[in-house]
């Protein structure tokens, strides 16, 4: 059956190069004119970053919890990229200093807290100064403007583009996808968005360096904006991934629709000036308004579809559908990542301490910092309720961050604690974890040498090089590093030899029943063999009673770990000469 070519998702006989992403008419961003909301009043303490507000904040800015900006981090980010400034910059920017009785600001700023909720607001206030004279304490009163200025609404209308690919810069792109579900919600066909994933962009980058990688994301774009529509919108969703609005188009066009990319991309190779490469990708979409009501919703529901495409290994695309089982699993994965993100936010979550005792002396030498979450209601979670979660969810690098943050305000605190913390490889790549750990360690350096960085060792293998890297990069800020739950991956020995490793943790499941298992026996013996050989430190963890504990000393294993020595604690360590303290940063 021959498709109506304006009905088509596809626009045919065109160049890549001919084939202009189009911009659609702007459609005003919704803003309540000439309806008073009256005030919000707030206090942002900014040593603890917490800001408490008012009731009104609520329905000011258009937020069903005023809990997820309780921070000035997590306000900063309703700031919209168009602004031409912002609260922080009103106050951390000021040319006046406190003498005393504060400094007052006022600032006017453009907020964009849901895709299509763009509006600006009216900040005044008085900002108070610490014993060093920067802000730490800050009053005032935020309102909605009803009637912006000539000036402001064209802010508001004025698109960004993304330079690396020429499409829309990603909240643009948002807001386009808000003003187009309204538009076309009286049109029988609806519409589709989908997200392309780009595979393996990170792993392309360390290989070939970034501007391989941005040469890759517009080569990408290009292929995208030549088979679709004039009328269809490509835009910069993130670093790896590119949107795409099909306005109007029917859902059963979809999977065809998302075929044809792929096959596009996969056609033949990028050149590139490292040389051609050849690239796959991903694709997740949604059918709107069958599956998704708001741009938010759709948003979410592409980003769900684009995780199942990839831990599919029969498709490379997913279409999101609302069955009972997937609605099921979206809500509690929303719920969980509402708690989690709360805890952070209110600053609820903790560390545990489990001491690791040397085998010569029998005493502590130095304890690992556990994450711990602490409910509303005070009761203490452990790592189980937040880690699997939070790495599935995609937001683990927040907890590392913040482990990180505890586990060297501790070191700070007390001048004589030892301290391991663990952080996933995927933060400890990043270019942002890096930077805030040399950062911080530079403010203190006594605490560096008294600092040890616990990765798994099943993700090290994935890249052995990157792997060496970070290590390198780690100890050059004065840390020692650690493998942990060594043994559990397939290439074990290897790596003990070609990454610069200061202590090697013992994965427990060769522990637990060494007493009872010979091939455990065995394998721990010639580990520890090869260790001493390399001059790398042991840790034997998971040691739950007194013979594995007497085998182990017998075997010379420095260190030994498990609750049968000693069980994690929220406790903070302390010197003889401190007050008892429950934990950090409460």
């Given at each position: 059956?021959?498709q109506?070519?304006?009905?088509?998702?596809?626009?045919?006989?065109?160049?890549?190069?001919q084939a202009?992403?189009?911009i659609?008419?702007?459609?005003?961003?919704?803003i309540d004119?000439?309806?008073?909301?009256?005030e919000?009043h707030?206090?942002?303490?900014?040593?603890t970053?917490?800001i408490?507000w008012d009731?009104?904040?609520?329905?000011?800015?258009?937020l069903?919890?005023?809990?997820?900006v309780?921070?000035?981090?997590?306000?900063?980010?309703?700031?919209d990229?168009a602004?031409?400034?912002?609260?922080?910059a009103?106050?951390f920017?000021?040319s006046?200093?406190?003498?005393?009785?504060?400094v007052?600001f006022?600032?006017?700023?453009l907020?964009?807290?849901?895709p299509g909720q763009?509006f600006?607001?009216?900040?005044k206030?008085?900002?108070f100064a610490?014993?060093?004279?920067r802000?730490?304490?800050?009053?005032?009163?935020?309102?909605r403007?009803?009637?912006?200025?000539?000036?402001?609404?064209?802010?508001?209308?004025k698109?960004r583009?993304d330079p690396?690919t020429?499409?829309?810069a990603?909240?643009?792109?948002c807001n386009?996808?808000?003003n187009?579900i309204e538009?076309?919600?009286?049109?029988?066909r609806g519409?589709?968005?989908m997200l392309?994933g780009?595979?393996?962009?990170?792993?392309?980058?360390?290989t070939y360096?970034y501007h391989v990688?941005?040469?890759?994301?517009?080569a990408?774009?290009?292929?995208l904006?030549?088979l679709?529509?004039?009328?269809?919108?490509l835009g910069r969703y993130?670093t790896n991934r590119?949107g795409?609005i099909?306005?109007?188009?029917l859902?059963e066009h979809?999977?065809?629709v998302a075929g044809r990319?792929?096959?596009?991309?996969?056609s033949?190779?990028?050149?590139?000036?490292?040389?051609p490469l050849s690239?796959?990708?991903?694709i997740?979409g949604?059918?709107?308004?069958?599956?998704?009501?708001?741009a938010t919703?759709?948003l979410?529901?592409?980003?769900?579809?684009l995780?199942?495409?990839h831990?599919?290994a029969?498709t490379?695309f997913v279409?999101?559908?609302s069955d009972?089982?997937t609605a099921n699993r979206?809500?509690s994965n929303?719920?969980?990542?509402?708690?989690?993100?709360s805890?952070?936010?209110?600053?609820?979550i903790?560390l545990?301490?489990?001491?690791?005792i040397?085998s010569?002396?029998?005493?502590?030498?130095?304890?690992?910092?556990?994450v711990r979450?602490v409910?509303?209601?005070?009761?203490?979670?452990?790592?189980?309720h937040?880690?699997?979660?939070?790495e599935?969810?995609g937001?683990?690098?927040?907890?590392?961050?913040?482990v990180t943050e505890l586990?060297?305000e501790a070191?700070?605190f007390?001048?004589e604690?030892?301290?391991?913390?663990?952080?996933g490889v995927a933060?400890?790549?990043?270019?942002?974890?890096i930077a805030?750990?040399r950062a911080?360690l530079?403010?203190?350096?006594?605490?560096a040498?008294r600092l040890v960085?616990?990765?798994?060792?099943?993700s090290l293998?994935e890249d052995i090089?990157a792997?060496r890297?970070?290590?390198?990069?780690?100890?050059e800020c004065?840390a020692r590093v650690?493998?942990?739950?060594f043994g559990?991956g397939?290439?074990?020995?290897?790596n003990?030899?070609l990454?610069?490793?200061?202590?090697l943790?013992i994965?427990?499941t060769f522990?637990?029943?060494?007493?009872?298992s010979?091939d455990?026996?065995?394998?721990?013996q010639t580990?520890?063999q090869?260790a001493?050989?390399?001059?790398?430190e042991t840790?034997?963890?998971?040691?739950?009673d007194e013979?594995?504990?007497?085998?182990?000393?017998s075997?010379?294993?420095?260190?030994?770990?498990?609750?049968?020595?000693?069980?994690a604690?929220?406790d903070l360590p302390?010197?003889?000469n401190k007050?008892?303290?429950?934990?950090?940063?409460?």
């Amino acid at each position: 059956m021959t498709q109506n070519i304006a009905e088509s998702p596809f626009q045919t006989g065109r160049t890549p190069d001919q084939a202009a992403c189009r911009i659609p008419p702007e459609t005003p961003a919704t803003i309540d004119t000439g309806l008073d909301l009256g005030e919000a009043h707030y206090a942002w303490d900014i040593e603890t970053d917490t800001i408490n507000w008012d009731l009104s904040a609520v329905p000011i800015f258009g937020l069903r919890d005023i809990g997820t900006v309780s921070s000035g981090t997590a306000f900063a980010t309703l700031v919209d990229q168009a602004s031409p400034t912002s609260r922080h910059a009103e106050i951390f920017e000021a040319s006046q200093s406190d003498q005393g009785t504060g400094v007052g600001f006022s600032a006017r700023y453009l907020v964009n807290p849901a895709p299509g909720q763009r509006f600006w607001i009216e900040d005044k206030g008085r900002w108070f100064a610490s014993d060093t004279g920067r802000p730490r304490l800050v009053h005032g009163t935020c309102r909605r403007i009803t009637t912006p200025t000539a000036e402001e609404n064209a802010l508001i209308s004025k698109r960004r583009i993304d330079p690396a690919t020429g499409a829309l810069a990603r909240a643009d792109y948002c807001n386009t996808l808000a003003n187009l579900i309204e538009a076309n919600a009286g049109d029988p066909r609806g519409m589709v968005t989908m997200l392309v994933g780009i595979d393996d962009l990170s792993q392309l980058n360390r290989t070939y360096g970034y501007h391989v990688g941005d040469e890759v994301i517009a080569a990408i774009a290009r292929r995208l904006r030549g088979l679709i529509r004039r009328r269809d919108v490509l835009g910069r969703y993130a670093t790896n991934r590119i949107g795409i609005i099909l306005a109007p188009s029917l859902a059963e066009h979809m999977e065809y629709v998302a075929g044809r990319l792929m096959s596009a991309i996969r056609s033949s190779p990028i050149e590139t000036s490292a040389g051609p490469l050849s690239v796959s990708i991903h694709i997740g979409g949604v059918a709107i308004p069958h599956e998704a009501k708001t741009a938010t919703e759709a948003l979410h529901c592409c980003e769900e579809a684009l995780m199942h495409a990839h831990e599919r290994a029969d498709t490379s695309f997913v279409a999101f559908s609302s069955d009972p089982d997937t609605a099921n699993r979206r809500t509690s994965n929303r719920e969980t990542t509402d708690i989690v993100l709360s805890a952070l936010n209110e600053r609820r979550i903790r560390l545990a301490f489990q001491p690791i005792i040397s085998s010569t002396s029998g005493k502590v030498a130095m304890y690992e910092a556990l994450v711990r979450m602490v409910n509303p209601e005070g009761e203490v979670l452990g790592a189980s309720h937040i880690v699997p979660a939070a790495e599935r969810l995609g937001f683990l690098h927040l907890i590392d961050h913040r482990v990180t943050e505890l586990a060297i305000e501790a070191l700070s605190f007390n001048p004589e604690l030892v301290l391991t913390m663990n952080v996933g490889v995927a933060t400890a790549l990043h270019p942002d974890w890096i930077a805030a750990f040399r950062a911080a360690l530079a403010i203190n350096p006594t605490v560096a040498k008294r600092l040890v960085v616990e990765i798994t060792e099943t993700s090290l293998i994935e890249d052995i090089n990157a792997a060496r890297d970070l290590i390198i990069a780690i100890k050059e800020c004065g840390a020692r590093v650690a493998i942990d739950d060594f043994g559990a991956g397939h290439t074990s020995f290897r790596n003990m030899r070609l990454l610069p490793i200061d202590i090697l943790k013992i994965d427990g499941t060769f522990i637990k029943n060494l007493a009872r298992s010979p091939d455990d026996r065995f394998f721990v013996q010639t580990l520890l063999q090869l260790a001493r050989h390399l001059k790398i430190e042991t840790v034997a963890e998971w040691v739950q009673d007194e013979e594995t504990a007497a085998l182990l000393t017998s075997w010379k294993v420095e260190y030994l770990q498990g609750d049968f020595l000693g069980q994690a604690s929220c406790d903070l360590p302390l010197p003889e000469n401190k007050p008892a303290l429950r934990h950090l940063s409460a």
